[in-house]
């Protein structure tokens, strides 16, 4: 997907690279608008190379910890139904490999936030140069 036409995207700033960084030669990152996804509100981030979208990433974020928990099981049984068993899992982080890339699921909290991230990676970052 290109980043060519899509409207709302807002670039980075100079302190969200410092934070965040850059992986590759050529990224630039988006904050993208939001989605109402699974009953609730997502945020949306958008990595791209060279004008071709290689991640999207999602974030929930609630002060709740019981609708983070329900919603990471909704997500959980959405994510095996169509992709079958994590390929890897550790506590608070669930992968699926994939012929075309990959999808990660991880929890966290920051203060009294409680959050899921989730990440669709494309395979076509491995082919991307490292920035230095």
């Not at 990433?57 to 609708?67: I, M, P, Q």
Request: charged letters at 20%.
């Amino acid at each position: 997907m290109s980043t060519d036409g899509l409207t709302g995207l807002n670039e980075f700033s100079e302190t969200e690279y410092s934070i965040y960084g850059r992986n590759f030669n050529s990224e630039r990152n988006f904050h993208a608008p939001g989605v109402q996804w699974m009953n609730c509100w997502w945020n949306v981030d958008l990595g791209a190379v060279r004008g071709k979208v290689y991640k999207i990433a999602l974030y929930f974020e609630s002060s709740s910890r019981d609708a983070v928990i329900d919603v990471s099981m909704e997500l959980m049984q959405y994510l095996q139904q169509r992709l079958g068993e994590p390929s890897e899992q550790q506590p608070t982080i669930y992968i699926w490999d994939m012929a075309e890339g990959n999808v990660v699921m991880q929890f966290g909290k920051v203060g009294a936030t409680y959050m899921i991230n989730l990440f669709e990676t494309s395979m076509a970052a491995r082919s991307f140069l490292q920035r230095r």
